[in-house]
């Protein structure tokens, strides 16, 4: 089965490419405490519409409601 996925797809030839996050996980770490006090400031209003799907769950959509409508 492996090897039919290999086969199938061009896994193998995809090249790795590292994320600078990855390398600095201190540098990921300033950036989530910054843009949480920035949150916490100016805190993101929505409204959030909810629909039901036919297999009985249900989706939500949140729209992002500014100053402008």
């Given at each position: 089965?492996?090897?039919?996925?290999?086969?199938?797809?061009?896994?193998?030839?995809?090249?790795?490419?590292?994320?600078?996050?990855?390398?600095?996980?201190?540098?990921?770490?300033?950036?989530?405490?910054?843009?949480?006090?920035?949150q916490?400031?100016?805190?993101?209003?929505?409204?959030?519409?909810?629909?039901?799907l036919?297999?009985?769950?249900?989706?939500?959509?949140?729209?992002?409601?500014?100053?402008?409508?």
């Open positions: 089965m492996l090897s039919n996925l290999i086969d199938k797809t061009k896994i193998d030839e995809m090249v790795y490419r590292p994320w600078v996050f990855g390398i600095m996980p201190w540098m990921q770490t300033v950036c989530y405490l910054v843009m949480e006090s920035v916490e400031r100016t805190p993101v209003k929505f409204d959030r519409d909810l629909i039901k036919k297999d009985g769950g249900t989706a939500g959509i949140d729209w992002n409601v500014n100053d402008e409508g």
